[in-house]
């Protein structure tokens, strides 16, 4: 989310959020195995909303991460 210029972002057990100008969007995963990313967002234009979710889901595809915890 740093890297696409989201703000205010918060890291919790279950998701990850953060906002930019219009768009407010979180990240969570549902347990499948291998485990899938959930993308949501939120906005008042629907074009930037799509843009961002999909740079989003974009960015993270791929990315996997295992935590010891």
């Known amino acids: ?3 696409l210029s989201y703000q205010h972002i918060r ?3 279950d998701e990850v959020a953060g906002d930019r100008p219009g768009v407010y969007a979180a990240v969570t995963c ?3 195995s291998p485990a ?3 993308v949501m967002a939120v906005g ?3 074009g930037t909303v799509s843009e961002a979710r999909n740079a989003l889901s974009k960015n993270m595809a791929g990315i996997i ?3 010891d915890q």
């Open 1 to 3: 989310m740093h890297h």
């Open 11 to 13: 890291v919790s057990q």
């Open 30 to 32: 549902i347990g499948t």
């Open 36 to 38: 899938t990313a959930v």
């Open 44 to 46: 008042d234009n629907g």
């Open 65 to 67: 991460r295992f935590d």
